[in-house]
């Protein structure tokens, strides 16, 4: 048994989750693969690197690549104003906030709001998201803000004129042949996919439906959260963002989408934002401190990540369960920086 293995193995011991998937490796090569334990707990099939899980958060990083690409394409600009697209914003606290601002996480429109709690529509919840006070001026600080890329979602609906799943099914998700990354899986599905948490508010396990409650009342698509995935599917994006661009010998991104995604954006301020990415902060970086300063990637709140590290020419897929059954998982924090110590010991 491998270590990486050997530590997902003891985490599942200890009931972290019910199964794990892993890849490691550069942009032309695979380093290391594995599965184990089960989609659900006492009744789940066995995991394969087939498996489809709920990647919740690791939807922004695949919706701000749709950005870009609109904006390398001339549809929209970083610099381009709310107000620019939905209407609604033109009259409110928000209007002036930027993309740039959006993607970075540094647009003072505040996070961890529970707004399904009070929203029983679609409708109803976006309103209250343009109706949350700011919690600080644009551009001023750094907080993790899914509602700000809620809005990002309603931005590229408003320029492509289509909704959200299908921006993506026919843009990011095409170019890269990420073929099993979709919204909504459809109910055949049911047997690959890995299950979340007992929801209270639902009454029920959640199992192919969005573990999100916002994106739930959303519709289940959304722009900060609502995608499932496959190991293999995040391994194409990570190899296409680590290889410049390049998968398997074909040009799949532009290389300066790639470039200007990972720059650090927010340095002055107080945590490392690029766009759509999240950087190696100098301290509490989710995935510990063997990774390279210049490394960036993102985690998902059921248990999730992507990591690439381009100085040392290594990306790392890890997909779990954490959430399964219950929301609060315990130790998945230090389960991630010890799978990531191990990774980059080699």
């Known amino acids: 048994m ?19 998937a892993y890849v490691t490796g550069s942009a032309h090569e695979i380093f290391e693969t594995g599965a184990l334990g089960s989609t659900a707990w006492d009744e789940g099939a066995d995991v394969s690197l087939d498996t489809i899980w ?35 914003y033109r009259d409110s606290d928000k209007a002036g906030i930027t993309l740039q601002q959006l993607l970075t996480h540094s647009s003072g ?23 949350l006070p700011l919690r600080s001026a644009p551009g001023s600080a750094v907080e993790y803000t899914s509602q700000g890329f809620m809005i990002v979602g309603q931005i590229l609906e408003a320029v ?8 993506l099914a026919d843009g990011v998700l095409a170019d890269l042949g990420m ?21 209270p508010w639902r009454g029920r396990l959640v199992k192919g439906s969005v573990h999100d409650e916002n994106a739930e009342v959303l519709g289940g698509v959304a722009g900060h ?23 398997a010998g074909r040009r799949v991104l532009d290389p300066g989408l790639v470039t200007d995604m990972a720059r650090p954006r927010t340095d002055h301020l107080n945590l490392r934002r690029c766009l759509g990415w999240q950087g190696a902060d100098r301290t509490g970086c989710p995935v510990g401190s063997s990774v ?41 924090r230090e389960l991630r920086q010890e799978f990531h110590d191990a990774v980059c010991a080699g």
Not at 12 to 19: I, T
Not at 160 to 167: E, F, I, K, R, T
Not at 237 to 247: D, E, K, M, S, Y
Request: hydrophobic share 35%; glycine share 8%; proline share 6%.
């Open 160 to 167: 492509a004129g289509q909704s959200l799943d299908v921006v």
């Open 2 to 20: 491998s270590q990486l293995t050997s530590i997902l193995e003891k985490a599942r011991d200890d009931r972290q989750f019910s199964g794990a």
């Open 225 to 247: 959260a609502g995608l499932f995935s496959t190991a293999g599917d995040l391994t194409r994006l990570a190899q296409a963002v680590l290889g410049g661009g390049q998968l």
């Open 292 to 332: 390279s300063p210049g490394s960036y990637g993102h985690t998902g709140f059921t248990g999730t990540s992507v990591w690439i590290d381009p100085e040392r020419q290594l990306f790392t897929v890890l997909l779990t369960n954490a959430v399964h059954p219950k929301r609060r998982p315990d130790g998945l």
């Open 179 to 199: 073929r099993s990354t979709e919204f909504c899986p459809a109910t055949d599905k049911q047997p690959r996919i890995a299950a979340t948490e007992r929801c």
């Open 54 to 88: 709920d990647i919740a958060s690791l939807t922004k990083p695949i919706v701000a690549v749709q950005i870009m690409i609109l904006a390398q394409s001339g549809h929209l600009k970083l610099t381009d104003q709310i107000s620019k697209f939905l209407p609604d």
């Open 109 to 131: 429109i505040p996070g961890q709001q529970p707004l399904y709690k009070t929203a029983a529509t679609r409708q109803e919840l976006l309103d209250a998201v343009r109706g």
